[in-house]
C-alpha cells in the first residue's frame, strides 16, 4: 500500500522496483550501507525528529516487537535528518538496539531519493519501506504529517515476505 503525500522532493519507489541504495552514518557514526544487507529483508523507517512525540511512540512500537521484524530476517534501519549524536542520545533514552540512521548531511539526501522529504519543513516524512533480500521494494506506506503508522501492517507485510 503506498499513501501520496504532498511535498516530497522525489518520486516515492514504486513496490516491485528496487530500492535505492544508500549509506549512511548510525549513532556510533559507523557506516551503515543498505546493499550490505543483501539476503534478508530490510524495513526503512522514515521519521521527522529524535525526542518528538508520535516518532518515539512508533519507534518504541518497533523496539517494543523486535522479535517480530526478527523472526521475518528483518532489520529495521530509522532514518531522520537528525545529527548522529543527537540519534546517539535519543537511542540511549529509550533503548533502541536497531540502527538510527543520521540524513543529516547532505541534510535529507537519502529521504529526497526515498520521495519523503518535506523540503518546505527540512525533514522526512513518515515514510516506511519494506526491502526483500533482493533489494526490491516490497511494501510502502507514506503517512500524513501526525498520524503515526501501523505496526499490523509491517507485520502483515513482512508475513507475506515469509510465504514468498
Known amino acids: 500500500m503506498t499513501?501520496?503525500?504532498?511535498?516530497?522532493?522525489?518520486?516515492?519507489?514504486?513496490?516491485?522496483?528496487?530500492?535505492?541504495?544508500f549509506e549512511l552514518v548510525n549513532q556510533y557514526g559507523e557506516p551503515v550501507r543498505l546493499s550490505s544487507f543483501a539476503g534478508q529483508n530490510v524495513v526503512v523507517v522514515f521519521y521527522p525528529f529524535a525526542f518528538s512525540g508520535i516518532c518515539t511512540g512508533e519507534l518504541c512500537e518497533i523496539r517494543d516487537n523486535i522479535a517480530a521484524?526478527?523472526?521475518?530476517?528483518?532489520?529495521?534501519?530509522?532514518?531522520?535528518?537528525?545529527?548522529?549524536?543527537?540519534?546517539?542520545?535519543y537511542a540511549a533514552q529509550e533503548g533502541y538496539s536497531f540502527d538510527l540512521l543520521a540524513d543529516f548531511w547532505p541534510h535529507g539526501a537519502v529521504a529526497s531519493e526515498y520521495g519523503v522529504f518535506d523540503a518546505e519543513t527540512g525533514m522526512a516524512l513518515r515514510g516506511t519501506f519494506i526491502i526483500d533480500g533482493e533489494g526490491i521494494v516490497r511494501y510502502s506506506v507514506v503517512n500524513p504529517r501526525g498520524q503515526a503508522r501501523d505496526l499490523a501492517e509491517y507485520k502483515a507485510a513482512l508475513a507475506t515476505l515469509a510465504q514468498d
Open 69 to 89: 521484524f526478527e523472526d521475518a530476517n528483518a532489520t529495521v534501519l530509522a532514518v531522520s535528518v537528525d545529527s548522529k549524536f543527537s540519534l546517539r542520545a
Open 3 to 21: 499513501t501520496a503525500v504532498a511535498a516530497t522532493a522525489g518520486t516515492i519507489p514504486a513496490v516491485g522496483q528496487p530500492a535505492p541504495d
